[in-house]
């Protein structure tokens, strides 16, 4: 049986242990909004005529660990990276229970 959520609270399942936990909302941070150039975007408050407008640019960052250590190098530009395999369009991704494209 699942606990119930109350106000001001969140279910988050932490990847990739799939530990599932029921904590304040004030306790996390939004990382991560996949927002793609093009994108529509509005700030939203009930009964009020709010900004709208689309998403004109996007800059993507990562922290990237060194293989066998704890080294982690921070906030390094997409841009700056190559693959280093070529995936084909379409193909499915398997990640424990988790199938993407």
Not at 15 to 26: A, D, F, L, N, Q
Not at 83 to 99: H, I, Q
Request: hydrophobic residues 40%; glycine residues 8%.
């Amino acid at each position: 049986m699942e606990t119930a959520i109350q106000k001001g609270e969140i279910r988050v399942v932490w990847h990739p242990s799939g530990t599932e936990r029921v904590i304040s909302e004030k306790s996390v941070g939004l990382a991560d909004r996949s927002l793609m150039p093009g994108d529509v975007v509005r700030r939203l408050i009930a009964g009020k005529d709010t900004q709208r407008g689309y998403c004109r640019d996007i800059v993507m960052t990562a922290a990237l660990q060194i293989v066998g250590t704890k080294h982690v190098i921070p906030n390094v530009a997409s841009e700056r990276l190559q693959p280093l395999e070529e995936f084909t369009p379409d193909l499915a991704v398997c990640l424990e229970s988790w199938v993407g494209t």
